[in-house]
């Protein structure tokens, strides 16, 4: 009521400053003091005091809606039947329950679950934290599309898909085991809403590459033997017996926490080895002089 809006300046005013195309946005206006309730399948049930929310912006003065009108719309008109967001979005809840009800009745609500966050060392895990900390918070390689500026991401660091979903799946979940590595199919058969914990969950690195470890000595070579391949052929290292590289990749699979960990491992096992075979040849006195790729 303290706002210069069509409820605190007289009918004439209102249609005049309409008549000369004046700058306006729409919003809805928050009962006082109700209490708004729903249903959360992660918090359970969920209160507000109408009386502390904002008279939140519907729609823009360039007339594009906010999010808050867009998604009760969308999900109307998709037949969304459950709806999964971050725990950020649960303050606005209360503006999403009226607009439900005043647009398309609550009956016809999704069911909504608010998941936690995932916590960095300082707050929300965010892009400043994987730059401070050294490691990354995208799925694959990201270009910041203002700045182009490129953050490395979980796939280009050596992290296999499966490693990466286990890993998220009980960031803030269990069975109630002492069970951590799950394939995608034990997760389908075990995972259930009502073990998603309501507090946020802590994203630890080195965590991360214990999980990644794990099924590096799980998995098979052939699952990732050509992802290694493209590692060492972006460094200018060329595979020609592939019967040989899976061998060795088998020796030193127990030692690697990231595909990227290969490089590393088998480079230095080519290169002694043809340290070795040159000193032999040499001292054979067979070749004078050879040179090694």
């Known amino acids: 009521m303290r706002m210069k809006n069509s409820l605190t300046l007289l009918e004439d005013e209102v249609k005049k400053l309409l008549a000369e195309n004046a700058r306006y946005v729409i919003r809805i206006k928050m009962p006082a003091h109700e209490t708004i309730s729903f249903t959360d399948m992660i918090h359970h049930e969920v209160s507000f005091d109408s009386s ?42 209360p503006v999403h329950v009226l607009l439900w009800k005043y647009l ?26 994987g730059a401070k ?30 490693a990466f979903i286990n890993l998220l799946a ?23 809403m009502d073990r998603v914990h309501a507090a946020g969950a802590k994203f630890d690195f080195e965590k991360a590459k214990w999980f990644n470890h794990e099924w590096i000595k799980k998995l098979p070579v052939s699952n990732y033997q050509a992802r290694v391949k ?36 088998l480079f230095s096992f080519y290169v002694t080895l043809q340290l070795m075979m040159r000193h032999l040849l040499n001292q054979s006195g067979i070749v004078k002089r050879t040179i090694f790729p």
């Open 52 to 93: 502390l929310v904002d008279d939140k912006v519907l729609l823009k003065a360039d007339g594009m809606p906010t999010y808050h009108l867009a998604v009760v719309v969308d999900d109307h008109l998709m037949k969304i039947t459950h709806a999964f967001r971050g725990e950020e979005w649960l303050s606005s809840a």
């Open 104 to 129: 398309f009745g609550l009956d016809n609500m999704p069911q909504w679950a608010h998941l936690p966050l995932i916590m960095g060392p300082s707050g929300k895990l965010s892009k400043r934290d």
């Open 133 to 162: 900390y050294g490691f990354p918070v995208f799925a694959m390689n990201w270009t910041d599309p203002k700045t182009d500026e490129l953050t490395e991401g979980f796939k280009e660091r050596g992290f296999l898909p499966e």
């Open 170 to 192: 009980v960031l803030g979940w269990n069975d109630g085991t002492e069970q951590e590595l799950y394939s995608m199919e034990e997760l389908i058969e075990h995972f259930s």
């Open 230 to 265: 493209e590692i060492f052929e972006s460094k200018g290292i060329e595979i020609k017996d592939e019967a040989y590289f899976t061998k060795v990749l088998e020796l030193v699979k127990e030692r690697c926490h990231l595909l990227t960990d290969f490089l590393t491992r």
